[in-house]
């Protein structure tokens, strides 16, 4: 595992955004990212990652990027792949960058399944292992979740935390493929809670817009994997 920090903020708040159901996390990271004008300061190379990079519009997308507003002094750590068996290296960089910066909070972005068969989603739900911060977030309409099961490398970072303040937002979704609006429903959590003041009338049409570029990358990347495979399979034939 490698983390590369080419600048080094002072105590921001640091957001992260994981692909999981509905890509729900990487499409919210991706708003962000354009929302808030900020710049690539670093990535996270983790060794169980297959050797794998997008082209987007003529422009390198890396699987773990890190991107910094200076503006609301928030990192932003943006994923695009979903690699089973990476989860506890993943907690550990975020973790890692959380403590080289001296972070005020880390703040988790990502999709749930929803709970009620036949529902149409739309809730949205926090975690925080933080007393403090939940006394802020109940004066939002957000429900806390009371009853269910993390997983991935937010289940392993609320696990290896320790005293840093870990804030989770999960936005119901029943779709397995990337739900713009779910990540909606994120950002809209977010924007009261550390008051980004989101324009929300063009939110859904530019999600819906990282939805299909996320879909893209998505499709080529098991294009990508599948040739390889066969490769590796004539190989051995």
């Known amino acids: ?19 999981g159901i509905g890509m729900v996390g990487a499409i919210a990271a991706e708003f962000l990212i354009q929302h808030l004008a900020t710049k690539q300061v670093g990535k996270i190379i983790l060794d169980k990652n297959p050797a794998l990079v997008a082209i987007h519009e003529g422009k390198l997308i890396e699987p773990l990027s890190i991107y910094y507003s200076s503006k609301y002094n928030i990192v ?20 890692s960058i959380c403590k080289t910066l001296n972070a005020k909070e880390l703040v988790s972005v990502e999709g749930v399944g929803s709970a009620t068969e036949g529902t149409e989603g739309g809730r949205t739900f926090y975690y925080s292992n933080f007393t403090a911060k939940e006394k802020a977030l109940d004066k939002q309409k957000v429900a806390k979740l009371k009853e269910g099961i993390i997983m991935g490398p937010t289940s392993a970072i609320l696990m290896k935390a320790g005293s840093l303040p870990v804030t989770c937002f999960f ?26 003041n989101v324009d929300y009338k063009p939110l859904l049409q530019l999600a819906a817009k990282f939805e299909e570029k996320l879909r893209n990358i998505m499709t080529q990347s098991k294009q990508a994997e599948d040739l390889r495979d066969k490769k590796q399979m004539s190989y051995v034939g």
């Not at 936005?171 to 809670?193: G, N, V």
Request: charged fraction near 20%; aromatic fraction near 4%.
């Open 171 to 196: 936005a119901e979704t029943h779709d397995a493929m990337p739900d713009s609006k779910a990540a909606a429903q994120i950002i809209r959590a977010l924007d009261t809670y550390l008051g980004l």
């Open 1 to 19: 595992m490698e983390v590369i920090l080419k600048q080094k903020p002072k105590g921001p708040i640091v957001i992260s955004g994981f692909p």
């Open 76 to 95: 932003v750590i943006h994923s695009i792949l979903a690699v089973p068996g990476t989860e506890w290296q993943m907690a550990e960089a975020l973790l």
